[in-house]
């Protein structure tokens, strides 16, 4: 996902995402390689750099409402458990 998000701003070479992303350059890879079966991403070679970009600006939007989602769920475990914690100390 992290990938995804990075992508979602602007197309990236592989070094690139390295830092950002904290894995070995072979797990790296090895997702890359399955977004790009899954038809997620497409590449662009230039010189010995290989760069990456999303193969449809609808998957930077299906990424932002997921995220949307998943923090409104998030947050309401958060409310839950605050409320949980509030009564077992009374």
Request: hydrophobic fraction near 50%; aromatic fraction near 2%; charge should be negative.
């Amino acid at each position: 996902i992290r990938v995804l998000e990075l992508l979602a701003v602007r197309e990236h070479a592989v070094a690139e995402m390295l830092p950002e992303v904290g894995v070995e350059a072979a797990s790296l890879s090895q997702q890359l390689a399955v977004l790009r079966k899954a038809n997620l991403v497409v590449t662009r070679r230039e010189g010995s750099n290989v760069y990456y970009s999303l193969t449809h600006p609808q998957i930077a939007e299906l990424l932002r409402v997921a995220r949307g989602i998943l923090s409104g769920v998030l947050e309401g475990q958060a409310e839950i458990l605050a409320d949980l914690r509030a009564t077992s100390h009374t």
